[in-house]
């Protein structure tokens, strides 16, 4: 059964996002992933120039974060490109079709950067080494990662969900949904929960959370003050 207009969500907007078009799908949980993405590179890129050179500490909770912010990008796309995609192909015109060939190849384009972000973090994490030089280099790859990642959302937010949002009804996203995070171990949606939601206006946040299941709002209020405390001491030297 289709649904009218009038029946449609009020679609959630969030700092840097791109575009938010109507339809029946309730796009909250993407567009929370999309701003962790885009909020983490900032806190990045305003933390690496003034952490000390030779605070190693500092530099392997850096490399650490990163890390969660990699994990967390690389399942997104994979689920994007193993299930997202193909899905949207099977309904998609010829036209459209053209919208996801680009959005895989900007995933590949992506991993080049993010792999060169890891090296330096990890170079910096270790004793030795030219330190300025790598600091000063890791801070252009870092904003190469954010102009690319953020024109790949904004892509994405503009032409691949507006043909999501064509071609798919709320029940078959929240089954799509479903399979993204199939196979994922508890420890991984603890670590996600917190994650995705950090940073999100109050108020914007308790109207997500309110078609959420009972037991995912209870966790997320029970683990993002400790997240929220440990990511003021990760990016304390902003």
């Known amino acids: 059964m289709t649904t009218t207009k009038a029946a449609w969500p009020t679609q959630i907007l969030l ?3 791109a575009a938010a078009p109507d339809g029946p799908v309730d796009m909250a949980n993407m567009y929370l992933f999309h701003h962790a993405f885009r909020r983490d590179l900032d806190r990045f890129l305003r933390a690496v120039p003034h952490v000390a050179l030779d605070d190693l500490d500092a530099w392997r909770r ?4 990163w890390g969660v912010l990699v ?11 193993t299930v997202l995609w193909p899905w949207l192909r099977e309904r998609a015109t010829p036209e459209q079709l053209l919208v996801l060939d ?20 990890a170079a910096l994490a270790s004793a030795g080494g030219e330190r300025a030089g790598t600091r000063a280099a890791l801070s252009v790859r870092l904003a190469g990662v954010r102009e690319v990642l953020d024109r790949h959302l904004g892509h994405e937010e503009t032409d691949a969900i507006a043909l999501l949002q064509q071609v798919t009804t709320q029940a078959e996203w929240v089954a799509l949904e479903k399979r993204f995070s199939k196979g994922q171990p508890p420890t991984a949606v603890l670590q996600m929960l917190p994650w995705v ?8 946040l308790r109207r997500v959370l309110s078609s959420a299941p009972a037991p995912m709002r209870l966790l997320v209020r029970l683990l993002h003050p400790r997240f929220s405390r440990r990511e003021r001491e990760i990016f304390a030297t902003t």
């Open 62 to 65: 850096l490399s650490a974060r």
């Open 71 to 81: 994990g967390q990008l690389h399942h997104h796309h994979e689920a994007e490109d």
């Open 197 to 204: 939601v950090d940073g999100v206006d109050e108020h914007l």
């Open 15 to 17: 700092p840097g996002q």
């Open 102 to 121: 680009a959005m895989e190849q900007e995933h590949d384009e992506i991993d080049p950067g993010l792999a060169q972000v890891t090296a330096a973090l």
